[in-house]
Structures are given as C-alpha cells and as structure tokens.
C-alpha cells in the first residue's frame, strides 16, 4: 500500500515547486478573481447560476445513465459555447474594455499613509441631491434620481444619454426642466457625478403599490428590485419626495429623513492609516438601506 501511495504522489502531486510555479497559480488566482467579479456585476451572474443548475442535472444523468439526456447534452454543447458568446457580447466587449483602462498594480498594490475615508459620494453630493429634490418639489416638477451602490446599472446607463457631469442641484433641476431634452425619464448617478440623463427602467409589477402611483413611481420601484440601487422620486402631481431601496417604496418624506437615509447610503468610513504596502482587495463594505 505505501509503495501505491508513493507512486501516485511521484505520479499526480509533483513535490520540486519552482518560482514558475508560484507565479502561475498567483495570476491564475487573480484572473478567476477578475472574472467572478465581472459575472457578479452583470446580469451574466443569473445566467451563470443557471448553467450551474444544467450541469448538475448533467451530472446526475451521467450517474444514473440516462442516455437520452447525454446524448441532447453532447449535441448541444457546441452550440451552446457559441449561443454564450453571442449573449454574452455587450458584456464581454466592456470587460475587454476595462481591462485596456486597468492599472493593475495600483489595483493589486497600495501604499497608504495617513486617514483614509471610503465613502460612495460625498457630503456635498448629499447636500446637493437633497436641495435638488425639494426645489423640484417646490416647483412640482416630476423627477427620477437613480443612485447605483453595489450592482452596477450601466445596462441602463446605456438606455440614455451620456451627461458625466459633477452633481449640483442646479443641474439636476435644469435636467429635470419641462419641455427640456433630458426631462423624460431617469437620471442615474454614480458617486460624485451623473452618469447619463433619459435612461429606461424597468417598471414594478407589484400589485400591492397603489393604483394612484403612475409610471415614475413603478420604474423607481422596479429599478429597487431588480438591483440594489436608491432611488429618489419627486411627484408630478404633488410635489411630495419619495424613496426606495430592496423593492420597498417609502412616501412623502422631509428633508432631515432624506438625508439620513443618503448618509447610510453613502456608507463612509474613516481609519487612521500608517504608511505601508498592503494587498489591495475587492470587498465591497455596502450596507442596504433599510426602509
């Protein structure tokens, strides 16, 4: 038996590990990193859960033998390679594009020295979507401010109109304006800036939500469920400002509750740093706003 053991060890686990190999298994390591990052940021991630799901009904076909099931499997297969990458196109094309704008060692490396916040957007950004919605309110001028945290919505930013711009309230209510080009539709910002002005979201359809709310109000709340983002609602008919977040919708709030809620939306910390070189990781700190 230990002359079996000896040989399979000499045969599959190689004991001699060179640098080669070290280095291998570090960027291997780092580019299955980069790719479950980029599925889980993409709507790949539901996709991917579902081939999940496939191949283990595969699997147990292939323990029970149930050939038919093998033989569909088998036809399908090379099909199948090209179906994804065809579905996969947009995706695929701005990973690639990603990967052209990275800087990888500052991505993998980082010397920080001194206090470090991390925060998604800034007290002045705070400060000028709050003035911005009760200005709007004031006015009564309908408005759909869409505020991305840990999913990424550039499948709606892509919907819209590129405005990549710094927040300011007076922007958001020129936008916002009637009978302006961008008015109609979502505004959706990420971090410090609108990203892109007219986009389309997906409408909720919730049959709990009253009959009385329109079409803003059901896309503030489908784009709730459908991702992690926050979202503000200025009413058309009555000024009133709402929220939502995880599929719930929270009417007619004040100035002091909007804030509250966009300070754990913006989710910021602050440590004292020493100087040092440290491995720089991807996990996010977001917290859901609870309603």
Not at 129 to 147: F, P, S
Not at 220 to 229: H, K, M, P, Q, Y
Request: aromatic share 8%; hydrophobic share 45%.
């Amino acid at each position: 038996m230990l002359e079996n053991i000896g040989t399979f060890i000499d045969k599959y686990i190689p004991l001699k590990i060179e640098i080669a190999d070290i280095v291998e298994i570090i960027i291997l390591a780092l580019v299955f990193y980069e790719i479950m990052l980029w599925i889980r940021k993409t709507k790949a991630w539901i996709i991917f859960k579902g081939i999940a799901i496939i191949l283990a009904f595969t699997l147990i076909a292939s323990v029970f033998n149930l050939n038919t099931i093998l033989w569909i499997v088998n036809q399908t297969f090379s099909v199948g390679i090209i179906a994804l990458v065809i579905l996969f196109q947009p995706e695929l094309r701005k990973a690639l594009e990603q990967i052209g704008q990275k800087n990888f060692l500052s991505d993998i490396i980082s010397i920080d020295a001194g206090k470090k916040v991390s925060e998604r957007f800034s007290d002045k950004t705070i400060n000028e979507l709050v003035k911005a919605a009760y200005e709007l309110g004031r006015t009564k001028t309908g408005a759909l401010i869409v505020i991305e945290q840990k999913n990424s919505l550039q499948e709606y930013v892509r919907t819209g109109i590129d405005v990549d711009a710094i927040i300011t309230s007076q922007l958001l209510i020129n936008i916002f304006e009637h009978n302006t080009p961008l008015h109609d539709g979502a505004v959706i910002v990420k971090g410090n800036r609108v990203v892109s002005a007219t986009c389309y979201l997906p409408l909720s359809d919730n049959m709990e939500l009253s009959k009385e709310l329109g079409t803003r109000h059901r896309a503030g709340v489908g784009i709730s469920e459908a991702t992690d983002a926050f979202t503000i609602i200025v009413s058309e008919e009555t000024g009133k400002v709402s929220v939502t977040q995880g599929g719930q919708l929270l009417r007619n709030i004040d100035g002091e509750q909007l804030r509250s809620l966009l300070v754990k939306v913006q989710d910021k910390n602050v440590e004292q740093k020493h100087y040092l070189m440290r491995w720089r990781g991807k996990r996010g700190n977001e917290k859901k706003t609870d309603q």
